[in-house]
């Protein structure tokens, strides 16, 4: 086969093969890409219904739980039961009816509309709530008794499984509360879901669909009143999703349809928020982008096609010795030239390529010079990824401690509260000598000491609105470092402030950085505690124009090489008297990086200790507080 004729197959093979990959390759590559985006988002989305759901539902639970605490149904009247409930009644709009019931699960008292016109001149609020038949009141006093028998005794309030009501077919729960004791009956609400029925309407965009399932895979709501009635089963379509107790993807056919779906549990519920969209509609713009990949390629066979012959035949000759030069080249001959005397471009072709040969013999020498240089480089960026992958980490970390510790806090604050206040009101009932009052007034603190560590498990859970105001950094450290004066000076302490010359601004909220700077300031006293040598070294540095560096040095007893990868951890502390706290690190991280900066630790054990702080600096235009 002549030159002539290969070039040409090489010129169409050339453009049209690499043109075909690269689209199937974008095409392949957009398609997971869209893909992971679109599930990322359902799953997003699911999460956010899921947790509003349960918020709808439990923050109800809680109302209750709070309109028993101080109050014991049993000991209250008939007009005070009556104006306990209309206040819970009158409290949310979706309430049907509340009931008052006693330890044997008997109605002792209820609020309900089932005249709404009568109702509405006794109390004008009562508008706002749904009109109920004789056979649903019936119901909702079944279900209550069932629920406060049910409520488990280390949570106080239980909520019933989804059901229509008898009369209108309304989505509805019971929600139960107990009261503290043994025999003093509870609370009971239900629950109307019209609510939530509604925001899932109104959530739907397009072709997406969102809707709740029940905990068998049954249809609870979206948004649609007569779909919800028909209570379609999903537990064939969507075998994962009832009783899932984490987030999870799913197809599934519908009508001829496949569906892209993506589920999240509703918690403490047993339900199952659903995200779903067509598959053809969730990968729209992926076809779109198939086909003008596709126009591109066969417009780019046409032009290879009508210009190959061309360009073959100026082309064959010239590329041939183009070709011996680039071999030479490649067998390392770096001096080799090429004789191409023409005035066209592949003589500027030959000049570059002789210029190129030039420029290699140079870049060659150059080279050598360079590795060295990009060695160095290579290392340097491979430290700062693994600094920035381990702070990605450590602040991962701490965000899934942050929410066991809201759940911890939940948890722990009503009966702290409890135990708090039945303790101060034994205190001051009891006369001064008392011999109980010593023991009393242990549990008291005790109980003080775990109130301080829900408190700390707060800060370290919530994410703080905090103003972001220019501040000035040396005026919040001095306030410290006068506030702990006579610390420092009882201890020995010699502290060193080599603060950057002028004012230096940063954004921020001056009390959160000011208990940051406390907090490290406390570490840095007790590290140097018993230590020959104390001195503390307070330093801050300009960046840049946006950002600060503040710099905590001590000669304290340092930390060990394998504890620095836990420093940070909740809970987890080097001290050798253990008070309880073992939090102060970690709420710092959490407040540097609410504020949009960076907090590190470096320690040489029985040298010190070096805490830096990376913050954002003001604009030089804020007022300073």
């Keep these: 086969m002549r030159i002539r004729s290969r070039l040409l197959l090489l010129l169409i093979a050339t453009a049209a093969v690499p043109t075909l990959a690269v689209g199937l390759l974008?095409?392949?590559?957009?398609?997971?890409?869209?893909?992971?985006?679109?599930?990322?988002?359902?799953?997003?989305?699911?999460?956010?219904?899921?947790?509003?759901?349960a918020t709808h539902v439990l923050s109800l639970a809680t109302e209750l739980g709070g309109a028993l605490l101080h109050q014991e149904p049993l000991a209250l009247g008939p007009s005070e039961a009556q104006e306990l409930l209309t206040r819970v009644f009158l409290r949310r709009d979706r309430i049907a009816q509340v009931?008052?019931?006693?330890?044997?699960?008997?109605?002792?008292?209820?609020?309900?509309?089932?005249?709404?016109?009568?109702?509405?001149?006794?109390?004008?609020?009562?508008?706002r709530h749904d009109t109920v038949a004789a056979r649903e009141v019936e119901d909702f006093q079944r279900r209550a008794a069932e629920q406060l028998a049910q409520v488990p005794e280390d949570r106080g309030w239980a909520v019933s499984a989804p059901y229509l009501t008898t009369v209108r077919r309304r989505p509805a729960v019971v929600v139960a509360a107990r009261a503290p004791g043994a025999r003093a009956g509870g609370l009971a609400a239900e629950l109307g879901l019209e609510a939530l029925s509604q925001r899932l309407g109104e959530r739907r965009a397009g072709h997406e669909r969102v809707f709740l399932l029940d905990g068998a895979g049954r249809l609870l709501l979206n948004g649609e009143l007569e779909h919800e009635r028909r209570q379609e089963d999903f537990s064939g379509k969507l075998p994962g999703a009832p009783g899932a107790k984490q987030t999870g993807l799913a197809e599934y056919e519908e009508d001829g349809r496949a569906w892209l779906a993506a589920f999240s549990p509703v918690p403490e519920l047993g339900w199952v928020a659903v995200v779903a969209r067509p598959r053809e509609a969730a990968l729209a713009p992926l076809h779109a982008l198939a086909r003008s990949t596709f126009g591109v390629l066969g417009l780019t066979l046409v032009g290879v096609l009508a210009l190959a012959p061309v360009l073959a035949r100026a082309l064959a000759r010239p590329i041939a010795r183009l070709a011996d030069g680039a071999r030479e080249l490649a067998r390392g001959h770096l001096s080799h030239r090429l004789s191409l005397e023409r005035r066209d471009e592949l003589?500027?072709?030959?000049?570059?390529?002789?210029?190129?040969?030039?420029?290699?013999?140079?870049?060659?020498?150059?080279?050598?010079?360079?590795?060295?240089?990009?060695?160095?480089?290579?290392?340097?960026?491979?430290?700062?990824?693994?600094?920035?992958?381990?702070?990605?980490?450590r602040s991962q970390r701490l965000a899934a401690m942050g929410d066991l510790a809201a759940g911890m806090a939940h948890?722990?604050?009503?009966?702290?509260?409890?135990?708090?206040?039945?303790?101060?009101?034994?205190?001051?009932?009891?006369?001064?000598?008392?011999?109980?009052?010593?023991?009393?007034?242990?549990?008291?603190?005790?109980?003080?000491?775990?109130?301080?560590?829900?408190?700390?498990?707060?800060?370290?859970?919530?994410?703080?609105?905090?103003?972001?105001?220019?501040?000035?950094?040396?005026?919040?450290?001095?306030?410290?470092?006068?506030?702990?004066?006579?610390?420092?000076?009882?201890a020995g302490v010699q502290v060193d402030c080599r603060?950057?010359?002028?004012?230096?601004?940063?954004?921020?909220?001056?009390?959160?950085?000011?208990?940051?700077?406390?907090?490290?300031l406390a570490n840095a006293l007790n590290a140097m505690r018993d230590r020959p040598e104390r001195s503390l070294t307070v330093a801050t540095h300009v960046v840049s124009e946006q950002l600060v560096r503040v710099e905590l040095r001590d000669t304290g007893r340092g930390i060990a090489r394998e504890h620095l990868e836990r420093i940070f951890n909740p809970f987890f502390t080097t001290k050798q008297q253990w008070t309880g706290k073992g939090l102060s690190l970690a709420v710092c991280h959490r407040v540097i990086e609410e504020h949009g900066g960076t907090i590190t630790l470096h320690s040489d054990e029985g040298v010190g200790t070096t805490v830096t702080l990376v913050l954002p600096a003001a604009p030089a235009q804020g007022a300073l507080l």
């Design 26 to 53: 974008a095409w392949r590559d957009a398609e997971r890409a869209l893909s992971e985006a679109v599930a990322e988002q359902h799953r997003r989305t699911a999460l956010a219904e899921a947790e509003h759901a």
């Design 99 to 127: 009931g008052l019931f006693n330890a044997e699960g008997q109605l002792t008292a209820s609020v309900f509309v089932d005249d709404p016109e009568a109702f509405a001149r006794q109390e004008p609020q009562f508008r």
């Design 347 to 393: 003589g500027d072709l030959a000049r570059a390529f002789n210029d190129m040969g030039y420029a290699l013999e140079q870049a060659h020498r150059e080279l050598l010079g360079f590795n060295e240089q990009l060695a160095s480089q290579v290392e340097e960026r491979t430290r700062e990824l693994q600094q920035t992958q381990v702070q990605l980490s």
């Design 411 to 490: 948890e722990m604050n009503n009966p702290l509260a409890a135990v708090l206040g039945n303790v101060q009101l034994m205190l001051m009932e009891l006369p001064q000598d008392d011999p109980s009052r010593r023991m009393l007034s242990t549990v008291h603190q005790q109980a003080q000491r775990i109130a301080n560590i829900v408190r700390e498990l707060q800060l370290l859970s919530e994410r703080q609105q905090w103003g972001r105001l220019p501040l000035d950094l040396h005026r919040v450290l001095n306030r410290v470092l006068e506030s702990r004066g006579g610390e420092l000076s009882q």
């Design 499 to 520: 603060f950057h010359p002028g004012e230096v601004k940063v954004l921020g909220d001056m009390q959160a950085l000011g208990d940051v700077f406390g907090r490290l």
